[in-house]
C-alpha cells in the first residue's frame, strides 16, 4: 500500500467567520475556482506573485500567495504597522499551507489608485506638476516607515497603494515581504532604503511612460522627477528631527515650531525643555502619528476623516462660522458651529453626492472635490460662487474622481477609471492650485 501525503494547512485569522474558515486554503491560488469561491476580477499592478481578489460574506479581500517563510514576516509587519495607525493594509490573517507555500489575506483598499492609472496620459510620469504629489505621498509613507523602525527594502510604485486625501495623496503600505523591523534605524539604513525607492520609483516612471508613449521614453526625465523623491523625504526628515534651540523663556519660538509641525499634520505629544549653558533651551518634542486635523476634526464633529480631507474640512467649517457669524452679528461657540456645519452643511451635500457616486466611493473625498470645484469656479468667475452651485456644477460633470468610474451607478471594485478623466481631475486641480 502507497501512503499518500495530505496537506494540512496552518490557518490563522483575526476574524473566524465561517465562509473565510473553509476557503481552500490547501489548494493553490490558481486552482481556486466558482462556485466554490467568489472570485471578483480586479485589476491586479505588476507582481512578482500570484494574486486574487475574493468576496467573502460580503467582505471583499486581496489574497497573495508567496514562501511561508515570507507570510509569517509581512504578517507580523502589518500588524505592527496597523497598530501604530500606519497607512497599509489591513491584515486579515495568514496561511501555511504546510507544501512549503502560503498566503496573506489582507482587506481590499477601498477608493485606492494603482500608480499606472494616475499616470494613466502620455507625460503624465514624468511631468513636475503632475508627479508631485505622488512624490509627496511616497516621502511620507517612507519617513513614516523610518520613524517607526521599519525597513521597507523594495519600496517602489508597484508596492504602494495611492488614495486621494482631500488635495494630495497619501500612500499605502501594500507589500511587506521585504520589510523588516528594528528599534531605530540608523542613517545608513535609512539612506539605503531609500536608494532603493528613487531608483525604483525611476524605473517605474520611465515604464509607465513607455507603456503610454511607445519607444520614444526620456528616461533622464524619469530619473529627475524621482530624483525630486529624495529632496522631499530629505526636507521632511529634517524638518521632523532637527535640533531646536531657543532663547530662554522664548514662548513664542517653541509655539512657531509646534504650530509648524502641525501645518504638516504631524500633533506633538511630548514637549521637554533643557536649560542650556548659554541661558538658551533646548527643546525637544515627541512626535505623534500624522493625524493632527484628522484628530481635531474629530473632536469638533465626530466625523472621521483623512489628514488631508481634514484640513479642508476645517476650512470649510471655519468658513461657515464666519457666515454665521456675519449672519447673526454676535460670535457663536465653536462647538455650536461645528454641529451647525454638520447638520446644515456636511450631511445635506452628501446626501445630494451619493446618489451620484459609485458603490464604494468614499462620499468624504466627494465633498473634497466639490469643495475643490467651488474653488476653481470662483477662480474663474472672480466671485464665490457659493457651494450649492458648485455641487450642482460638479453632479452635471458625473461627480468625476480618478478612484471610480465616472457617473453613477457603477461599481467601483470592477470599473476602470476613464482615462482622460483621471487626468482631467487631478491636472485641472494642480493647474489652478498653482496659480
Known sequence: MVSMSVIAPHVTLRSPEPALIALPWAKPLRDWASPDVELVPLEVGPSRHLVRFVRVAGRLLAIKELPA??????????????????????????????????????????????YRRLLSTPGAATSGQFSGRLLDALAVLLVDLHRHGVWWGDGSLANALLKRDGNRLQA???????AEYQEQLSDGQRQHDLDILV?????????????????????????????????????????????????????????????????????????????????????????????????????LTGVDALEGQAQLLLNDLHEYGVWLQVQSGERLATGLVAARWRAEVL?????????????????????????????????RAGADVGLDAAVADY????????????????????????????????????EDASR
Open 172 to 178: 499605502y503600505l501594500v507589500d511587506a515581504e521585504t
Open 69 to 114: 517563510p515570507l507570510v509569517e514576516r509581512e504578517f507580523a509587519i502589518l500588524r505592527r504597522l496597523e497598530s501604530a495607525g500606519m497607512p497599509a493594509v489591513t491584515p486579515v490573517g495568514a496561511v501555511d499551507r504546510g507544501d512549503g507555500e502560503g498566503f496573506i489575506i489582507t482587506d481590499y483598499l477601498r477608493g485606492s489608485i494603482q
Open 347 to 379: 450631511e445635506p451635500t452628501l446626501v445630494r453626492l451619493r446618489p451620484h457616486l459609485a458603490s464604494g466611493r468614499d462620499a468624504l473625498q466627494a465633498y473634497c472635490d466639490a469643495l475643490e470645484h467651488k474653488w476653481i469656479l470662483s477662480e
Open 199 to 299: 531608483e525604483n520609483v525611476a524605473f517605474g516612471l520611465a515604464d509607465a511612460a513607455a507603456a503610454l508613449g511607445g519607444s520614444e521614453v526620456d528616461t533622464d526625465a524619469a530619473v529627475r522627477a524621482s530624483a525630486a523623491l529624495r529632496d522631499r523625504y530629505t526636507a521632511l526628515w529634517a524638518q521632523l528631527h532637527r535640533p531646536f534651540v531657543a532663547s530662554a523663556n522664548d514662548r513664542r519660538a517653541v509655539a512657531t515650531r509646534i504650530r509648524d509641525l502641525n501645518a504638516l499634520g504631524f500633533a506633538v505629544e511630548e514637549l521637554s525643555l533643557d536649560v542650556t549653558s548659554g541661558e538658551g533651551m533646548r527643546v525637544s518634542l515627541a512626535i505623534a502619528s500624522r493625524r493632527f486635523h484628522a484628530e481635531q476634526l474629530l473632536r
Open 395 to 430: 453632479i452635471a460633470l458625473g461627480a468625476p474622481a480618478p478612484e471610480s468610474a465616472r457617473g453613477s451607478g457603477g461599481d467601483a471594485e470592477t470599473i476602470s477609471a476613464e482615462d482622460a478623466l483621471v487626468s482631467a481631475a487631478v491636472s485641472a486641480a494642480d
